[in-house]
């Protein structure tokens, strides 16, 4: 039995980092114990079936995931050349057996006329995928091995063959957005900014796909040339650009010292390691000194959701992180870690690509006052996908729940308001005292309560001082005062 991943995602990572989402454990596909014959694509599509009609968030329709699997297979036997309208349409019933077998039944048809032009194999997928498909929701889909095992890569951490870019789809052209460069990365090197949209690679055009099918024409093996054609704000053409795939280690947390005894911590993923990545790098710098801490969640994404409760707990010493409500359970609030360190100065940075996981930890600082948001309004990603892992290395990612802040607040679609709002800054900035406005405002906040706390400790009166003066001794005894 393979593990159940639960996963929140605004976009997905490119080279070094991979996909952004949120995460949780649970259990994942069993093989139903049937005869040795049964074909495993066929478990597939039923399991998929089943996981798509119980745990999607929406009640669903059968009807409408039947249709979807239909469309899927007829999609993939026209793509290969053969007449789709021959393969019959299938009409749901009220029992999820019947439709099931409906769906079988389906399934060999397809195979038996077209499994020689399509493969079996590749039948079950562009039905699984249009089962997905059906349900109309961008956070659900279908992963091949290729992009579950790049999924998974990216929020695990390791060494990477790619560009290093952080994408996503610009909502105006539909193409391919660099959402950020990986430092010290060859698209770093090679001129690539945040904000370029790249518009074909080797000559295939990114308009109309995924950041799953962008980023598998991006990545490829260290060493070899990939080509992009980039069209870059305020530039009248698109540029050419030849870049060399180097192998890329990903660390999720990068930390340093600012000057004024002020930490400043940048998460770039929720990973699998974030949370003891974080905690070693805020011990590093509880060593340094600092007083204040500075967290950056610009541009972050996402992660897994036990990342998200640790990295929260490392800030917010109890009571609630988030709440998850899914349509089949109830409500489930998960609490503080009691993790956290000293109360100190925090200030968080957020813009619009801070999301889900990101999102979570953002809320859950914000409500439990033990910090502030500085920057712009967040992405607004309040909904839980959940991994399901099958047999054959492929995955379904289906969203299951929607979360709500400490405070009850549902952020989908609406994203979290900074308490000190500071116009967005370019990606390439992150990080640069002297040209990033979000960061020196955020110092300056910190600093500020540095000043202030200093202040009052210079004020309080001494434990001598603030025993009250003893009374004129009666007798020989000693005063409270003296004992």
């Known amino acids: ?27 994942g596909f069993a093989l139903a114990a049937t005869s040795a014959g049964d074909d495993v694509g066929r478990s597939m599509v039923d399991y998929s079936y089943e996981r798509a009609a119980s745990e999607f968030y ?49 399934l060999l048809t397809a195979d038996h006329d077209f499994g020689t032009m399509v493969g ?40 990477f063959a790619g560009v290093g870019i952080v994408i996503d789809v ?22 690539l900014q945040a904000g370029d949209v790249i518009l074909t690679v080797d000559g295939k055009t990114t308009q109309g796909l995924t950041t799953e099918q962008d980023s598998a024409l991006i990545r490829g093996k260290a060493g070899t040339n990939v080509q992009l054609s980039v069209q870059r ?33 940048q998460v770039l993923v929720f990973g699998l ?72 100065p925090l200030a968080v940075l957020v813009n619009g690509f801070t999301a889900s996981a990101s999102e979570i930890t953002s809320g859950a600082i914000q409500d439990s006052g033990a910090g502030v948001l500085i920057g712009t309004r967040t992405f607004g990603k309040g909904v839980v996908q ?31 308001a900074p ?6 800054v370019k990606a390439n900035d992150f990080g640069k005292p002297a040209t990033d406005g979000q960061l020196q405002r955020a110092v300056a906040y910190i600093q500020d309560r540095i000043a202030a706390t200093a202040t009052q400790d210079t004020t309080k009166p001494s434990a001598v001082d603030s025993a009250p003066s003893p009374a004129p001794a009666a007798s020989a005894a000693p005063t409270s005062s003296q004992q």
């Open 1 to 27: 039995m393979t593990s159940r991943l639960t996963l929140i995602s605004a976009r997905w990572l490119c080279a070094a980092l991979t996909a952004l989402c949120l995460v949780a454990g649970g259990n």
């Open 58 to 106: 929406k009640r669903t329709d059968a009807q409408a995931i039947l249709d979807g699997a239909v469309s899927g297979m007829r999609a993939a036997i026209k793509g290969h050349g053969g007449d789709p309208d021959k393969l019959p349409l299938v009409h749901a019933t009220n029992s999820d057996a019947s439709n099931l077998a409906s769906l079988n039944h389906e």
């Open 120 to 159: 079996d194999r590749n039948m079950a997928y562009a039905a699984i995928d249009g089962m997905m498909q059906s349900l109309h929701d961008r956070w659900t889909v279908f992963m091949t091995p290729k992009e579950y095992r790049s999924l998974s890569e990216g929020l695990d951490g390791g060494n």
């Open 170 to 191: 610009d909502p105006g052209t539909k193409s391919l957005l660099v959402v950020q460069t990986i430092d010290g990365g060859p698209a770093e090197k090679a001129g």
């Open 233 to 265: 704000q305020g530039e009248a053409k698109p540029v050419q650009v030849t870049i060399t795939r180097e192998t890329i280690h990903a660390p999720s947390v990068r930390s340093r010292v600012l000057d004024g005894d002020i930490g400043y911590v």
């Open 273 to 344: 390691t974030t949370g003891q990545e974080l905690a070693s790098s805020l011990q590093k710098l509880d060593k340094q000194g600092v007083k204040g801490v500075i967290l950056d969640l610009r541009n972050n994404g996402g992660g897994y959701l036990n990342a998200a409760i640790d990295v929260s707990s490392l800030f917010v010493p109890e009571g609630p992180i988030v709440s998850i409500d899914s349509r089949t359970k109830p409500l489930t609030t998960f609490d503080a870690e009691n993790t956290a360190g000293t109360p100190r």
């Open 386 to 416: 959940t991994i399901y892992p099958l047999p054959d290395g492929s995955a379904i990612k289906i969203t299951t729940a929607r979360y709500l802040t400490p405070n009850g607040r549902d952020i989908n679609a609406v994203g979290i």
């Open 419 to 424: 308490d000190i709002a500071v116009q967005d």
